[in-house]
T-cell receptor, first 114, second 113 residues
């Protein structure tokens, strides 16, 4: 079984620029999550999709962050404009048997905003 | 508001001994608890979980204990091996919470050969 694919692995941008991350979940996993992990902290949920519908985006800073999941498969997360405090690892995960089965996370995208 | 807390940022254990990682939570609605392991430059990987109807779950060298009255859970690794060196995250979920996981801040475990 292929894992959760994310790209790019690393990205460095200047503040006020825009950036986009891509995620391809495990085939058949209806639920997709984007988490933000700031250095020294645990992952924090940004947005959760069930198929192509949003289940929870209560912690997504909607003035600058947006996400979509077209056709209920791939997803993109965008930041525009980026701030210094957005520097973090952005993790995508998908699930079939949550919560007890856990999520499967991708390797993440490390964003540095300078 | 940190609903899941891991108060020990780091822990060092001799190879072959028992590693005990602790986690406390404040939200009484949580009823599923999970442990994830994370190596550098990789995403977290699911390790073991427990439902609130149980107080213990075992999988090989890994055992998770849940004390609901104290809102405390722990992960025991025995015997500890060098490959266990990683950051361990505790996470919790509520059955009516859309399967959303709330994570602790992590404990870095170092196994000393």
């Amino acid at each position: 079984e292929a894992g959760v694919a994310q790209s790019p692995r690393y990205k460095i941008i200047e503040k006020r620029q825009s950036v986009a991350f891509w995620c391809n979940p495990i085939s058949g996993h209806a639920t997709l999550y984007w988490y933000q992990q700031i250095l020294g902290q645990g992952p924090k949920l940004l947005i959760q999709f069930q198929n192509n519908g949003v289940v929870d985006d209560s912690q997504l800073p909607k003035d600058r962050f947006s996400a979509e999941r077209l056709k209920g498969v791939d997803s993109t997360l965008k930041i525009q404009p980026a701030k210094l405090e957005d520097s973090a690892v952005y993790l995508c995960a998908s699930s079939l048997a949550a919560p007890l089965g856990g999520y499967t996370f991708g390797s993440g995208t490390r964003l540095t905003v300078v | 508001d940190q609903q899941v807390k891991q108060n020990s940022p780091s822990l060092s254990v001799q190879e072959g001994r028992i590693s005990i990682l602790n986690c406390d939570y404040t939200n009484s609605m949580f009823d599923y608890f999970l442990w994830y392991k994370k190596y550098p430059a990789e995403g977290p990987t699911f390790l073991i979980s427990i439902s609130s109807i149980k107080d213990k779950n075992e999988d090989g060298r890994f055992t998770v204990f849940l004390n609901k009255s104290a809102k405390h859970l722990s992960l025991h690794i025995v015997p500890s091996q060098p490959g266990d060196s990683a950051v361990y995250f505790c996470a919790a979920s509520a059955v009516f919470g859309n399967e959303k996981l709330t994570f602790g801040t992590g404990t870095r475990l170092t196994i000393i050969p």
